[in-house]
């Protein structure tokens, strides 16, 4: 594809729950040319949990400053992690921190909200821990500090936070209103009930299309970061969406993509909203192009980690040797590692089998444990057609390998980026010749259907 803007680098703030980083992308490669990364800290201080964001701008402001110098950007674009909402005063300063969406609020303030939340039926958004739902965020905010939200003139979610921040103008973006918020109704494609019964309508800022410029870089930003001129700003988008949105460019329907960091997200391309299950983590997200999209999720990043750093290290090659080593052993991990999501939700992670396991065929019942979860999570959405696996999991051979013979489909690994980053420099209009794919992965690992059979029956046990 050719590139249809002037543009020849874009600069992209990519904030995610555990890393932020600022990214500059050649607009004809959509290569990554220069990169600043930087840790996303919560503080404990104050009402709640909640993000450090002046050490985030602090970060993206030096950053843009390194790039504006070399290699030189001539747009910027955004992506940010979901489930966060921003409460602005008057002023345009924060009326309240920026919540951690894994905050867990008092009973009684859940038990208010379950009243208040619209059906499944409605907004396709299942009840969340914490603060997931956005809606119970803001319920939390309102009736737990009701002096401060009378405050609030504004409400913005978090990608369109950053780009007031950079242009001063107020926008909302429904990647961001549709990831499981219990705000907006993606059948119809408006806010949903709920913006009604919290009384927030009149705060709600206005709609933009996550493909909008909202304005150029304020000038004196422009002139703090030694840019020649002010670039333009796009409104932005969720990040499971911006690492949807190549495919979408790319790929036609139907097929899958698993999108994997923190959470393994996974969207099922052309499947329907008619059978998904809200109790399972299954759910309706909204494209850039505001359609629904039915999604499932699991916190499989957050899973890996905690489980490596249990079990300690081994070579890639001997964790996919020892693949046929476990499935023999019958060597097994049950959900969950983390609790409050996915598919087998309240359950308590059990190993099952060879207690002498060694640390590769440990790793590599992990493998076919986060494997087995993502098939779970691609049932629940009717996923169809070829599996593209992105993110850290995509250099997972051992996953790789399991996945697609437990779904019997093509798995295309794409390493060495989330998608995040490059799909939010589709935004500004830019088509980057598509990189070549890797050959499909299509495995058929001896025994794996009976481990898989034996891995749900100690489920239901």
């Keep these: 594809m050719t590139t249809k803007t002037s543009y020849r680098r874009i600069a992209v703030l990519d904030i995610g729950k555990t890393n932020a980083k600022v990214v500059v992308l050649d607009a004809q490669t959509g290569a990554e040319i220069a990169a600043l990364r930087t840790s996303n800290t919560t503080l404990k201080t104050g009402p709640y949990p909640h993000y450090d964001i002046e050490r985030l701008w602090d970060f993206v402001i030096g950053a843009l400053r390194d790039f504006a110098a070399a290699p030189g950007f001539d747009a910027i674009s955004i992506t940010t992690h979901g489930a966060s909402a921003v409460l602005l005063g008057e002023d345009g300063s924060l009326a309240l921190p920026v919540l951690d969406y894994e905050h867990r609020y008092p009973e009684a303030v859940q038990e208010a909200y379950e009243h208040l939340r619209p059906p499944f039926s409605e907004t396709f958004s299942p009840r969340l821990s914490g603060g997931l739902n956005v809606g119970a965020q803001i319920h939390y905010q309102k009736s737990v500090f009701p002096n401060e939200f009378a405050g609030v003139s504004t409400i913005l979610t978090y990608p369109q936070y950053w780009a007031l921040r950079l242009t001063g103008v107020a926008a909302n973006e429904v990647t961001s209103l549709g990831c499981h918020t219990d705000l907006w109704n993606p059948t119809t494609g408006a806010y949903s009930s709920l913006v009604d019964t919290l009384g927030i309508r009149s705060l709600m800022a206005p709609i933009r299309s996550a493909f909008d410029a909202l304005g150029p870089l304020l000038p004196a930003i422009a002139a703090e970061i030694a840019l020649a001129a002010p670039v333009p700003v796009y409104c932005g988008i969720h990040d499971s969406n911006a690492s949807l949105l190549p495919h979408l460019v790319e790929n036609e329907a ?71 080593i476990v499935i023999g052993k019958g060597l097994m991990l049950l959900p969950n590692v983390v609790d409050g999501s996915g598919p087998f939700a309240g359950r308590i992670r059990r190993w099952i089998g060879d207690a002498s396991a060694n640390p590769a065929e440990r790793l590599a019942a992990v493998s076919l444990y986060l494997a087995l979860m993502t098939e779970a999570c691609l049932g629940l959405i009717g996923a ?30 794409l390493p060495g980026s989330t998608g995040t980053s490059q799909g939010a420099a589709l935004l500004t209009g830019i088509r980057p010749t598509a990189p070549a794919e890797s050959p ?12 898989g059979l034996a891995w749900h029956r100690a489920l239901a046990e």
């Excluded at 997200?265 to 192009?289: C, Q």
């Excluded at 996945?403 to 019997?408: P, R």
């Design 384 to 413: 169809k057609g070829p599996i593209f696996v992105e993110g850290p999991f995509a250099l997972n051979r051992a996953y790789l390998s399991g996945l697609s013979s437990l779904t019997k489909s093509n798995v295309i690994a």
């Design 254 to 324: 139907p097929f899958a993509v698993v999108s994997t960091g923190t959470w393994v997200i996974n969207f099922a391309v052309g499947g329907d909203l008619d059978h998904l299950d809200p109790a399972r983590d299954a759910l309706a997200n909204v494209d850039a192009y505001g359609r629904a999209v039915p999604s499932s999720r699991f916190m499989g990043g957050r899973e890996f980690e905690i489980l490596a750093s249990e079990i300690g290290r081994a070579e890639p090659e001997a964790v996919e040797a020892a693949l046929e």
């Design 440 to 451: 499909p992965i299509r495995t058929d690992l001896p025994g794996l259907r009976d481990y």
